[in-house]
């Protein structure tokens, strides 16, 4: 499966919000609602590798928080991976979904 076709299946599934990182936290961009790392659990990831070129890797996280919103964040994969992603993420538990 592409990116786009995991972001499509994973909206269908109700992970409808886009999460940017905020601080030490998530911040829901269609919502503007800030999450606290404490508050958040990782549902689902999926990580690809670029066709052409291994260094285009990227992860997709399926995040939901506490209330029940549910959405992705997007980052890029080994080298080039958002320090601060990863600074909020560490804290952020991967529990999926029963």
Known sequence: MTLTGTLDDLARRGFTERFGVAGDGL???EGGKTFRAEDLLIREFYRFEGVSD???MSIVYAIESRDG???TL???F???ASP???RVL???PIRRAV
């Open 54 to 56: 291994p260094d285009d």
């Open 78 to 80: 080994g080298v080039y």
């Open 69 to 71: 919103t549910r959405g």
């Open 90 to 92: 560490e804290h952020v």
């Open 27 to 29: 911040r829901s961009a």
């Open 84 to 86: 601060a992603v990863g």
């Open 74 to 76: 997007v980052d890029a």
